[in-house]
């Protein structure tokens, strides 16, 4: 049972990733899930999440509009596309499944973790 995210790399600023989170050993669609970022020397930020409730998708307002995530269930994979990605999106990604996705205080944020995935790294850099 695990998910693994991929993707990672280095990109100048204005450019473009997809990173893919692949979920084994658990159908992922039964659980909300999102992606969390960890800049060196900072504390975690939630960036994106998906709720099974409702369907919603809920952004970090510092991505708004250059960041899409979506999800493939048939392959059991969660995508996150980054456009017009600019330095202070550097960072390790990591995608998690939760009990719950839900925004506090502007942020996506996955509740009561089941899975964390192992990160992938972002370098924006010009």
């Known amino acids: 049972v695990q998910l693994q995210a991929s993707g990672g790399g280095m990109v100048q600023p204005g450019g473009s990733l997809r990173l893919s989170c692949a979920g084994s050993?658990?159908?992922?669609?039964?659980?909300?899930i999102g992606w969390i970022r960890q800049a060196p020397g900072k504390e975690r930020e939630g960036v994106s999440c998906?709720?099974?409730?409702?369907?919603?998708?809920y952004y970090a307002d510092s991505v708004k509009g250059r960041f899409t995530m979506s999800r493939d269930n048939a392959k059991n994979t969660v995508y996150l596309q980054m456009n017009n990605l600019i330095v202070e999106d550097t960072a390790v990604y990591y995608c998690a499944t939760g009990s719950q996705c839900a925004v506090a205080a502007g942020e996506p944020i996955i509740y009561g973790v089941y899975r964390w995935g192992r990160g992938t790294q972002v370098t924006v850099s010009s």
């Open positions: 050993g658990f159908t992922s669609e039964d659980y909300d």
């Open positions: 998906i709720s099974t409730s409702d369907g919603s998708t």
